[in-house]
């Protein structure tokens, strides 16, 4: 292979194998990708730009455990061409990989205090190496609740592993569905609904929020209520994105890029924008 | 690159001595390129001689209309600008990034052979090429295809005396005089007898300026020149007050004035694609018959598309209001915030070639007009929203 020239080598995805494939839901799986030897170290938050050859390439969240980089972990959902052709892909086929790009989750505010981590439908695979970090140093955190809202039953995501922090003690898990199904005893309602049951001090307490941006408004709204400080509430934003390094100018978000200034934002760091429509 | 004073080896030439530099350049290795009458616009390529430059054309251009006219002089540059800028030499429309092979083998396009030399870059070009380079070179990651093509520019700027109906320069403090960054400046003179002043802005630029038949600039060449890119001044087509214009879109981001230039605007994309400063690009894979290898393809793209701004489930900008917004707000208030620099540089462009004659010089006199600082209500709480609390 002709070696990149370094300046155009981030713009070049390598070629990884895919070590598994593991079935999440109806349309979504959870590949684990086998990068180099060294691994691909990367921060909660970060995401990738995958490529399915011949057919384009997409931002998605690096969905694993940063403690563990020899494995990259990525959760996908099927929305359209390129998703789907990712969502194909066998065990030996290989992936197109750029990154990790952007930042990460402000985890260094959290410790010392409450967190409170909120997802809905697919958000929560962004938020799953936070809740992984979390558990590698839980002492250094106080009360931790993961509030975690799908449309039913069927699209909540990573249930086994829900199951085993519920039978814990490190993380107090509530989780909510749209609507409900025959089998479904737990709660109805949306997933700001759950931040009243949630047990938390809400001076100091970080929260971290990732969803379709209406739920993520709402919650931002719910939190502020329940006293937590704006800045404290962190948000990962989705843009149309074609580079992933700030030059193709798809994923602006008002005076940001999200790419490269996020995806993570502090609510208090776009005040302005939150409830602007279509920026 | 070294910056040499303005004055600094000011030269007065005839115009014959175009020729002679466009021949130094080539015999340097560079593929010159200047402006020539292509379908009735002036469009810059290839140059070999001065009977390609369009010697006695000049340009008419206001709101939604361009129009080339025979000049009563032999003006080598007495035309304003052409539709495309320099962008397209430096960050073209369309290249192929890498070509992707299924055994994992990625190769590369060769790198173009001649370094480019332009001819006629105005000072309003010569400002968003520094903008360019701000938004494609300074970031944390610099664009591969615009540095190579950057890397090795010669750059012979013209100054203005004769700026269009659509130039604003002096409003953005772009022009009319080219400021740094230019290898060669040259103020065509046209008073008794026709000829160029010009200054050499780099070693380089000295260096050919010293192999060309010249005789020294006298005080009488300077003044003219002096006196005529003054004049240009004042002479703008239109202006433009950006005192303020940063906090004054951001405050006016719900203002009722986006629709009715919603209602105007065809989101055809043209001021996007004719503006020397936008540099949005989307990627495209295009696989082989075969199969077996793909090439990834970059093509300039546009916030004026649905298609921009689509995520699983629509674009986030579908209204025409929405993108005319982000691109107005980009050009003369998110810009700054995103690379310490504005995003216009007054050349009119988007003007002329707005097929509806939006003048976003005016758009921002309605702005100014309509202020909802200072007409409306206040609203306590934030912006209403579709979705948004009450
Ligand atoms: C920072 C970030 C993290 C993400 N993390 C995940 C994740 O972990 N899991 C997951 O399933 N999804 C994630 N997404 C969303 C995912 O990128 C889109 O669902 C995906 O791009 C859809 O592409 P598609 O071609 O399959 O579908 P379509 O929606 O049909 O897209 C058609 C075309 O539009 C473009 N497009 C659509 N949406 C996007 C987008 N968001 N960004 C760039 N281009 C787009 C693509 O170029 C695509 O070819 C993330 C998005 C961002 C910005
Ligand atoms: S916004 Fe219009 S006037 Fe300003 S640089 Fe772009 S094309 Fe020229
Ligand atoms: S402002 Fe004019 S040129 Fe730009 S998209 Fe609208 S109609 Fe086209
Ligand atoms: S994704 Fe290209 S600029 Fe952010």
Wanted: with cysteine; net charge negative.
């Amino acid at each position: 292979m002709a070696l990149p020239d370094p300046l155009i080598a981030p713009l070049v995805p390598a070629w990884w194998p895919v070590r598994s494939v593991r079935r999440e839901l109806a349309d979504t799986v959870t590949l684990e990708i086998e990068p180099p030897p060294g691994g691909l170290v990367f921060e909660p938050g970060q995401f990738t730009m995958l490529s399915a050859f011949g057919i384009g390439e997409i931002p998605i969240s690096i969905s694993g455990d940063p403690g563990a980089p020899h494995a990259l972990v990525q959760t996908i959902r099927s929305v359209g061409p390129v998703s789907s052709a990712l969502t194909a892909l066998r065990p030996g086929d290989r992936i197109g990989v750029r990154g990790p790009f952007g930042n990460g989750w402000p985890l260094e505010d959290a410790r010392g205090a409450d967190v409170l981590v909120v997802a809905g439908g697919i958000g929560l695979a962004p938020l799953r190496p936070v809740l992984y970090t979390i558990l590698t140093d839980r002492d250094a955190y106080g009360r931790v609740s993961l509030l975690y809202g799908a449309r039913s039953p069927s699209g909540l995501l990573y249930l086994d592993e829900i199951r085993g922090w519920m039978a814990g003690l490190d993380i107090d898990v509530l989780l909510t569905v749209d609507r409900g199904e025959p089998g479904w005893h737990g709660s109805v309602g949306v997933v700001t609904d759950l931040i009243r049951r949630a047990s938390f001090e809400p001076a100091g307490t970080t929260a971290f929020v990732c969803g379709p941006e209406i739920m993520m408004r709402f919650t931002k709204q719910a939190l502020e209520s329940a006293g937590v400080d704006e800045e404290r509430i962190a948000v990962s934003m989705e843009r149309n994105m074609a580079c992933g390094v700030g030059l193709c100018g798809h994923c602006q978000f008002g005076p940001f890029f999200v790419c490269k200034d996020g995806p993570v934002f502090r609510c208090s760091d776009m005040v302005e924008l939150c409830w602007l429509k279509e920026v | 690159m070294t910056q040499r004073s303005a004055t600094d080896a000011a030269v007065v030439f005839d115009p014959a001595t175009i020729d002679l530099l466009i021949a130094e350049l080539s015999d340097r290795g560079y593929t010159v390129l200047g402006p020539r009458v292509v379908s009735d616009a002036i469009v810059y390529g290839p140059v070999t001689s001065s009977s390609d430059l369009p010697v006695g054309i000049r340009d008419r251009q206001d709101a939604a209309s361009y129009r080339l006219e025979d000049r009563d002089d032999d003006a080598v540059f007495g035309y304003v600008c052409g539709p495309q800028g320099w962008k397209r030499f430096l960050h073209p429309p369309e290249t192929t990034l890498f070509t992707a092979a299924a055994d994992g083998d990625v190769s590369f396009p060769p790198p173009a052979d001649a370094p480019l030399a332009f001819l006629g870059v105005r000072a309003c070009e010569l400002a968003a090429i520094h903008v360019q380079d701000r938004v494609l070179l300074e970031g944390p990651v610099a664009d591969p295809v615009y540095r190579s093509n950057r890397d090795r520019l010669f750059i012979v700027a013209v100054d203005c005396t004769e700026p269009g109906g659509t130039c604003f320069c002096a409003s953005t403090g772009t022009g009319p005089a080219a400021g740094e960054g230019f290898d060669i400046a040259m103020v065509e003179l046209l008073d008794a007898t026709h000829r160029f002043l010009a200054r050499a802005g780099t070693d380089l630029g000295a260096e050919v300026l010293a192999a060309l038949p010249s005789r020294p600039a006298r005080s009488d060449d300077q003044e003219q020149a002096g006196r005529h890119v003054a004049e240009a001044r004042t002479a703008m087509g239109r202006s433009v007050d950006l005192d303020g214009v940063e906090e004054l879109l951001y405050a006016n981001a719900v203002n009722p004035h986006w629709e009715d230039i919603a209602r105007r605007c065809l989101a055809c994309t043209n001021c996007t694609m004719v503006c020397p400063t936008c540099f949005c690009t989307t990627a495209e894979d295009r696989p082989s018959l075969d199969l077996a290898s793909f090439d990834r393809v970059r093509l300039w793209d546009s916030c004026f598309t649905l298609d921009f701004s689509y995520i699983h489930g629509g674009p986030v900008r579908s209204s025409v209001s929405a993108r005319y917004r982000q691109w107005m707000t980009h050009k003369l208030a998110s810009w700054h915030a995103q690379f310490g620099t504005g995003g216009c540089v007054g050349c009119g462009r988007c003007i002329t070639w707005c097929p509806v004659g939006i003048d976003l010089t005016e758009e921002v006199r309605r702005f100014r007009d309509t202020d909802l600082r200072r007409i409306a209500v206040p609203v306590a709480g934030p912006f209403p929203v579709e979705g948004g609390p009450r």
